[in-house]
Nanobody
Framework: QVTVTESGGGSVQAGGSLRLSCTAS????????VGWFQRAPGKEREFVAG????????YYADSVKGRFTISRDVAKNTVYLQMNSLKPEDTAVYYC???????????????WGQGTQVTVSP
């Protein structure tokens, strides 16, 4: 079983930045993908960004391209989501998920973290 843990959420004003961290521990497969998903108020959970582990190929939703950057630190077994130029519509609970192979689909993920709240005020 894989345990996924997120951290780094918080509250910022529009235009600000936050960095989320995700660590997968336990019986992780040799290669997999780590994805970030958001669930905004009143909406379904949806894909934000993903990265292959350990390869490093990154993928983004159109809504965050140019503002969010996903990266990984293999030595620390951690994936980061750097969120810049935040907008009020980015307000959501952000979840980290592990899946194999990479997929943007929520049902395709194997293990989920508990989520971390990001709130962006105007």
């Amino acid at each position: 079983q894989v345990t996924v843990t997120e951290s780094g959420g918080g509250s910022v004003q529009a235009g600000g930045s936050l960095r989320l961290s995700c660590t997968a521990s336990g019986r992780t497969p040799g290669s997999y993908a780590v994805g970030w998903f958001q669930r905004a108020p009143g909406k379904e959970r949806e894909f934000v960004a993903g990265i292959n582990w350990p390869g490093g190929s990154a993928y983004y939703a159109d809504s965050v391209k140019g503002r969010f950057t996903i990266s990984r630190d293999v030595a620390k077994n951690t994936v980061y989501l750097q969120m810049n130029s935040l907008k009020p519509e980015d307000t959501a609970v952000y979840y980290c998920a592990v899946g194999r192979p990479f997929s943007t689909a929520v049902p395709a993920q194997d293990d989920w973290g508990q989520g971390t709240q990001v709130t962006v005020s105007p």
